[in-house]
T-cell receptor
Framework: EAQVTQNPRYLITVTGKKLTVTCSQN?????MSWYRQDPGLGLRQIYY???????DKGDVPEGYKVSRKEKRNFPLILESPSPNQTSLYFC??????????????FGPGTRLTVL | AQKITQTQPGMFVQEKEAVTLDCTYD???????LFWYKQPSSGEMIFLIY??????QNATEGRYSLNFQKARKSANLVISASQLGDSAMYFC???????????FGTGTSLTVIP
């Protein structure tokens, strides 16, 4: 089954404790992306990657790191989480060859709470 | 300036009626793609419909159609014959072909009333 998986689905942590949210896709997509969703603000792009070893900042990259060592995986790293990073996080992927191939497919989301 | 604007935080529609969810966008690119997603209360993001800036016809997917007015920079989603299962949050999004970012609106919460 074609899908984007994220782990964990739910995470409660404390300020300053490094964490990683994993994302994996099995569709051979070049483009992968991380978003955060906050009430009233919609989805905002954190980082995206056009292919292996190619990453770039979205609109809200502060406090986050990513890496793309393999095509299928795109982990999101919070080196020192803070309460303002409490949010719902989505990973997404697409072929990104223009037109409708840009349609992104989303993972199920990770609800993160930073105390 | 906001790239995507959805001005209706909440909408109500009677079951079996049609409803239009508004979306305007801001870009100087000639080539771009517009997308609508549905987010039910369970939280997942479901792709609904795509419109390319060069597509001359409005996109349709079953009960969903996209009313694309390029000169007005609007890409409204029309849902015909609303069903109770259409109650959800709806997001409009855009990708400019000159860049690699995706931009989402703040969403519209649709409630279908029996």
């Amino acid at each position: 089954e074609a899908q984007v998986t994220q782990n964990p689905r739910y995470l409660i942590t404390v300020t300053g404790k490094k964490l990683t949210v994993t994302c994996s896709q099995n569709m051979n997509h070049e483009y992968m992306s991380w978003y955060r969703q906050d009430p009233g603000l919609g989805l905002r792009q954190i980082y995206y990657s056009m292919n292996v070893e190619v990453t770039d900042k979205g609109d809200v990259p502060e406090g986050y790191k990513v890496s793309r060592k393999e095509k299928r995986n795109f982990p999101l790293i919070l080196e020192s989480p803070s309460p303002n990073q409490t949010s719902l996080y989505f990973c997404a992927s697409s072929f990104s060859q223009g037109g409708s191939t840009d349609t992104q497919y989303f993972g199920p989301g990770t609800r993160l709470t930073v105390l | 300036a906001q790239k995507i604007t959805q001005t209706q935080p909440g909408m109500f529609v009677q079951e079996k009626e049609a409803v239009t969810l508004d979306c305007t966008y801001d870009t100087s690119d000639q080539s771009y793609g517009l997308f609508w997603y549905k987010q039910p209360s369970s939280g997942e993001m479901i792709f609904l419909i795509y419109q390319g800036s060069y597509d001359e016809q409005n996109a349709t997917e079953g009960r969903y159609s996209l009313n694309f007015q390029k000169a007005r920079k609007s890409a409204n989603l029309v849902i015909s014959a609303s069903q109770l299962g259409d109650s959800a949050m709806y997001f409009c999004a855009m990708r400019e072909n000159s860049g690699n970012q995706f931009y989402f609106g703040t969403g519209t919460s649709l409630t279908v009333i029996p």
